[in-house]
């Protein structure tokens, strides 16, 4: 079945000499995987590397099959071609970030237009916008919405998030993040990219990524903790 349709860049990875398996969130049908054939070629061809960098928005027509192979690219082309994302520092490593996250939470061909409207909508927020430094970390609490374990929305002022549950509670258990941590939790949840400026000191922001990381993994089997978030730590240290 021939489909056009935007598509959001996961990973991309070298396949023998010239080849690319390319991995992409796509607003028609989900997670899908295809392959470029002479992506390395030397000749000139339509599907350039450079349009399959971490979380380059796509306007794809391509083939899906739907068998569980690769699929192949027929038309590609950059949707909303990034002014910062893949030059400024600060910005790319936070597109590689979220990137590897999306590589390990996304596992589903299946459509939810929800989750690659919010996607779609946030890079080019981060892309045309100055003061990131916490965007990443705004970013992962928010995909928790479309991944099922958000943390409980409430007025009580319970002083422990109890991260198994994902609720607020008012005594300690022995998986709860502490007064402190929780603190830092509530005031994170009603943060949006906009209001977002000096808000965390250096080291709350790394016991954040810490506590979403942890949070992360304890609600999805098999999650592998990004091989990025040491470079992430260090451009916001």
Known sequence: MLVKTKAIVISALRYQEKGLIVKCFTASDGLKSYYVRDAFSSRKSTQKTVYFRPLNILEIEATHKNNGRLEYFKEVRLAHPYYAINTDIAKTAIAIFI???????????????????????????????????????????????????????????????????????????????????????????????????????????????????????LHLDGFAYPKSIEVLREVFN
């Open 99 to 217: 990137s590897e996250i999306l590589h390990n939470c996304i596992k589903e061909e299946e459509q939810n237009e929800n989750l690659y409207e919010y996607l779609e909508t946030a890079l080019l927020w981060l892309d045309t916008h100055d003061e990131v430094a916490n965007f990443h970390l705004i970013m992962l609490l928010e995909i928790t919405k479309f991944l099922g374990f958000y943390p409980e929305s409430t007025t009580n002022d319970n002083s422990f998030f109890e991260m198994s549950d994902g609720v607020f509670i008012p005594y300690e258990t022995i998986s709860c993040l502490s007064e402190k941590e929780t603190l830092l939790l509530r005031k994170l949840m009603v943060l949006k990219p906009d209001n977002a400026t000096k808000v965390f000191h250096v080291s709350e922001r790394q016991s954040l990524l810490k506590i979403l990381m942890d949070y992360y993994a």
